[in-house]
């Protein structure tokens, strides 16, 4: 029975535990680009930490409203990705107040910006390879 | 069981080849949705302010047609130093100037600027050179205005207060043309300027 592919959620086991074990069988279709590429970067791999490192690399910051704006999602799924994000020092968060309205904002940190570009080569590298075994 | 396990196996190439393009498609969107909130060079601005004020006090006490040359040579100057920091920011952004939010952007920004030149011409052969600022003033604010709809909003605040410094230009003394040329596209520049480099990266 297949799983669905990339179907992963917040309440997923923290990815670091799962990056060196080999593939369980029922994830040969669903797991097919972690397993291909065991130092896949699994913390920028999430479709949701994709968008928000993404969208800082090309903005100096963002703030909280900004992000969950662009990648058109919740409150707390942005804060429980970002925060993710910030316990591995890829991105940092500033916390102030405009007026009274309190203000967080984000920024990519240099070795958030290295993983990112790190996994930019890990996808064009499997295109690549793709391409070239076909 | 075991044969589709097999199929499954065999088609994994192109799965894979297919989810790593899908996921690169999904960077190269997100990074354009995301950059169309600074795509507005806010140094950029602030050099274009500081040529505007240096215009405004070359053309100060000059008569009005010497005064409309100054702004002329002001604006082809200005064009060239905007297109240099869009240009610059969009390659540090690594952001090709062909792509989408550069190319709404700059569709949007287009006509009313257009419009603007249209009537300078006209303005100009009917010898109505004392209310070209606030037509100027007014149209580049409504520029501003359209072409920054789609980002942050500072940019549209910026356009309207353009618009504001035109429609009191039009309704002020020709003399005071000038110098509210020389306060618009200075100081509204420097000041928006500096608050779009600070909030929103360069």
Known sequence: MARPAMVRTSADPPERKTRNTPAAPARIESGTLENSLPHLDRIIHERMRLGIVSALAVNESLTFNELKKLLQTTDGNLSVHARRLEEVRYVECSKSFEGRMPKTEYRLTVAGRKAFERYLDHMEALIQAMREGA | ?202
């Open chain 2, 1 to 202: 069981m075991a044969l589709a396990q097999q199929a499954r196996i065999l088609k994994e190439p192109v799965s894979i080849d297919r989810r790593a393009a899908d996921n690169l498609r999904f960077i190269r969107d997100t990074m354009e949705r995301a950059a169309s909130f600074t795509a507005v060079p806010g140094w950029g601005g602030v050099a274009v302010g500081c040529t505007a004020l240096a215009a405004g006090l070359t053309a100060a006490h000059r008569s009005i047609q010497q005064a409309f040359f100054v702004w002329m040579a002001e604006a082809g100057v200005a064009l060239l130093v905007a297109a240099v920091a869009v240009c610059r920011k969009s390659r540090r952004l690594a952001l090709p100037l062909g792509s989408q939010p550069s190319r709404r952007a700059l569709l949007s920004f287009a006509p009313p600027l257009l419009a603007g030149g249209m009537l300078t011409v006209v303005l100009f052969r009917l010898h109505e050179l004392s209310i070209l600022p606030g037509v100027w003033l007014l149209l580049y604010g409504a520029a501003v205005v359209t072409g920054g709809a789609f980002s942050v909003r500072i940019v549209p605040l910026m356009g309207l207060c353009f618009m504001l410094a035109g429609a009191l230009a039009l309704a002020s003394p020709a003399a005071w043309g000038n110098w509210f040329l020389l306060a618009g596209f200075g100081f509204l520049h420097i000041g928006f300027g500096v608050a779009i480099a600070r909030r929103h990266g360069g």
